[in-house]
């Protein structure tokens, strides 16, 4: 028996105040501006593989479809590539909603499981937060073995590259005055009303 999937979406399925939040962060204002014309649709170069368009996610956040916004796949995708961002006519800064859903997403916990996008970014602030860089090899290190544990069998020629050449580094770089890094980036959480800590 086939299942069938409900695609109307509900007034129940709606989280008020979500569109108000996203709005909030700095760099998210306008998107009560968008007039759904569909350009950052069409010049998204990924928006082929998306589960809905950056059209629909802006209509979607307008219409505080929280739980439909954050489960999806498309603010993943997202290059960042800026296309939409310099294409829009109302210029609303699309890029930045998108990097606040991420950020949202990754806060909350709802995000594809094993999926490197977001394993990558919150490996990236730990590892920022804790050390005040980030060590590249350890980095890639934690990402496959978060995401895809089978992919360092799979890169052992590379590796052995990376040793013979003197680029595969196993020990964390650091920075002096970690704890003012910290205070930095708290502060800059504060401002934004988004949650740099995974």
Known sequence: MMEIKRTIKYEADRVRGFAQEIMSVSGCEQLKSC?????CSGTCPLSIYMDFSPRQVMALVRADFKNEVLSSRTVWLCASCYACTVECPRQIRITDIMYALKQRAIKEGVYPKRFPIPILAKEFSRMVRSKGRITETLLVMRL???AN??????????????IR????????ERIERREELARMLDAAANNNG?????
């Open 35 to 39: 007039i759904q014309c569909g350009t």
């Open 165 to 172: 050449t003197g680029r595969f580094v196993a020990r964390h």
């Open 149 to 162: 544990w089978r992919a360092v069998f799979q890169s052992w020629r590379l590796g052995l590259g990376l």
């Open 194 to 198: 988004a949650a740099t800590r995974p």
């Open 144 to 146: 496959f073995l978060k």
